[in-house]
């Protein structure tokens, strides 16, 4: 039994239920027989011996008996030492039983060198001092399901960069730097949330972050955990949410990280069928182990507490519910009642989530699914994986397929646009335009428009606005908001200079004013969960590409009713059903030739099952969002009297 961890603090590790082994795991200040030193821990129950190489013995060369760790029981090896200090560079030597020796970062370090090297850094206890207390205290009485939900998706590397290299050749911003812009630009244009790409320490700049070298070490790319602690501070000050995504589906398989970490498969399943994940040339991660599943939890846990961070994306869940997830045909490959469930993985997300919520204070769950899993957002003890949200794919690609398509075929494709209802509120779903769409040859969102030039721009105007009026929260990346024609690169900063042209920086203010207007109308998103917060007016105006709808707030005399016009043919007296007998206003439009506080009459003429209808110019490729005047029905019925 280890001398510096308790009895139950390692049952609760090797039964999965731990969610501070960062705690006591990797290098931390300790004070041992009144002698204050650095304590180092790491989990590696296959290794023939683990030395420290550190700054502190010269890489091992000062003295050939420092750095030799002691190993327990429970394969847990521990070494304390008065001469290592603050800001020391280590790594472990890890002897396998084969005596080959390699060179490994810890995997519970909470900071590293800048890529390509991999070493480890000691790191003091933080005394950072936090600002946002009234943020946490309004967080953890906030309901996210009935309340507005706008995110900016963003990598923090390329959002913007430095004109000149930094000294180590680098054109990064630090956290501090991109946080003090960022918030100023984020509030501006009316986002509730930014989610940024994932931070934790990875090797290679292409993979975006999710190939995960260590999941502690925030990347020193953008600087310390101290600089990252400023930028969600900053963030909190502003009013705006941070959402992280995190990658526990798999990890990369570079040398110096977990992967064979102790010479047999700690981290990851023995089998390499269920090993080697095949389509990213990753490792998959053994949900079967206790210490694995301990490791992840607390690496979710720690996010959360330690860096005031919202809540958690997490990539590739329909990875971790699935053993053929990689489409690649291995039917032996089956759970043990012969199915392709991944049962382990399964019941690992259920106990991240119980875990999360258990131990955080109304955070964010987001499951980045593909498949279709049933009651990913129901909680766990009604037999659901227990996330917050699921962003809705379906939804995603049939309608950016729409918008790519001929508008005189459109008539034959209006289902892309009007099937997402039909399962719209079986989740709690957010609508994603993600920078998974803006790469790898799929072009922009903007060049996915059919159409010439001009026409690009009326038709990305609609399709933002069909988004924002449709039920679900909302998710843009950014370049989106000012129509980048250029597909996203992580090696350099985003278009601004775009916004010198009229066109885009039009966009950009309307994407702004969208944005001000969601936020505005308890319609859109008060109701987000349920089919009392939408009606159909018309959904299958196939002819005409047309849909019309109802959004409603719980006020039943609230509500907006939306038409979009999915094609350039512009109609005049363009009729359809309302509810109520009132003046109807028009209040938003993807086109502001006519201007706004247009009012239409409401005549009791019935159409579309409503007793009801309005007549008014619909714009090709235009959508208008009227909102009833229940002042005039009053009037009315005061003269009667």
């Excluded at 501070?233 to 990890?251: N, Q, R």
Aim: net charge negative.
């Amino acid at each position: 039994m280890s001398n510096y961890i308790s009895t139950k603090k390692i049952s609760e590790f090797q039964n999965g239920k731990s969610v501070d082994s960062y705690k006591f795991f990797g290098s931390h200040e300790y004070t041992k027989d009144n002698e204050k030193g650095i304590l180092f821990s790491v989990w590696a129950p296959s290794a023939r011996s683990i030395r420290i190489v550190s700054d502190f013995n010269n890489w091992g060369k000062r003295d050939p008996l420092s750095g030799y760790m002691d190993k327990d029981e429970n394969g847990i090896w521990t070494y304390f030492t008065t001469e290592a200090k603050v800001g020391d560079k280590y790594k472990y030597l890890v002897e396998h039983q084969d005596l080959r020796r390699v060179l490994k970062a810890d995997p519970y370090a909470v900071y590293s060198e800048l890529r390509p090297n991999t070493a480890s850094v000691i790191c003091a206890e933080s005394d950072y001092k936090w600002h946002d207390r009234s943020w946490m205290l309004k967080r953890a009485k906030k309901d996210h399901f009935h309340t507005p939900m706008n995110i900016y998706e963003l990598h923090l590397g390329s959002w913007k960069t430095e004109i000149y290299p930094n000294s180590d050749g680098t054109y990064f911003l630090n956290y501090r730097q991109i946080a003090d812009e960022l918030a100023e630009y984020v509030k501006d244009m009316n986002y509730t949330h930014i989610e940024i790409m994932p931070v934790s320490e990875h090797p290679f700049d292409g993979s975006w972050g999710y190939q995960t070298l260590m999941y502690y070490s925030i990347t020193s790319r953008y600087g310390t955990p101290d600089d990252f602690r400023y930028f969600v501070d900053k963030m909190h000050s502003c009013g705006i949410g941070v959402i992280l995504d995190w990658v526990p589906a798999h990890f990369c398989k570079d040398e110096s990280g977990l992967y064979n970490f102790d010479g047999n498969w700690a981290y990851e399943p023995f089998d390499s069928d269920y090993r080697e994940n095949r389509l990213w040339g990753t490792a998959n991660f053994d949900y079967g182990k206790g210490e694995v599943r301990s490791f992840l939890i607390s690496n979710a846990v720690y996010f959360l507490k330690e860096y005031h961070v919202d809540g958690l994306r997490v990539d590739a869940v329909a990875n971790m519910i699935y053993i053929d997830y990689e489409n690649i045909s291995r039917p032996d490959l089956k759970n043990v009642f012969g199915g392709k469930d991944k049962l382990e993985g399964i019941w690992f997300l259920k106990e991240l989530n119980t875990a999360v919520f258990s131990n955080v204070k109304n955070p964010i769950m987001v499951a980045e699914d593909s498949s279709a899993w049933p009651n990913v957002t129901k909680p766990v003890h009604d037999g659901g994986l227990g996330f917050s949200f699921k962003w809705c794919m379906g939804w995603m690609n049939d309608t950016l397929k729409y918008v790519g398509i001929d508008p005189v075929y459109r008539k034959w494709h209006h289902n892309l646009m009007n099937f997402s209802m039909m399962y719209i509120f079986r989740e709690n779903f957010i609508l994603p335009l993600s920078h998974d769409e803006v790469v790898h040859g799929k072009k922009t969102i903007i060049d996915k428009m059919f159409g010439d030039y001009d026409t690009k721009f009326d038709a990305l105007r609609l399709y933002y606005l069909f988004m924002i009026t449709h039920p679900g929260k909302k998710l843009s990346f950014m370049g989106n908001e000012f129509a980048q024609f250029m597909e996203w690169r992580y090696y350099e900063a985003l278009e601004w200079k775009m916004l010198d042209y009229p066109k885009h920086q039009s966009v950009k203010d309307y994407v702004k004013a969208l944005n001000a207007f969601y936020l505005e109308n308890k319609a859109l998103w008060e109701i987000d969960d349920d089919y009392s917060g939408f009606r159909w007016i018309n959904a299958d105006d196939t002819d005409y590409s047309v849909l019309s709808y109802i959004r409603h707030s719980k006020d039943t005399d609230d509500y907006l009713v939306v038409v979009c016009n999915f094609t350039p043919v512009e109609h005049w007296g363009f009729s359809i059903g309302v509810p109520d007998e009132v003046n109807y206003r028009k209040v938003f439009a993807s086109k502001g030739e006519d201007g706004f506080d247009v009012v239409c009459n409401a005549v009791k003429e019935e159409r579309n099952g409503m007793p009801f209808s309005i007549k008014f110019k619909l714009p090709g490729y235009g959508a208008v969002v009227y909102k009833p005047v229940f002042e005039t029905r009053k009037k009315k019925n005061s003269e009667k009297i």
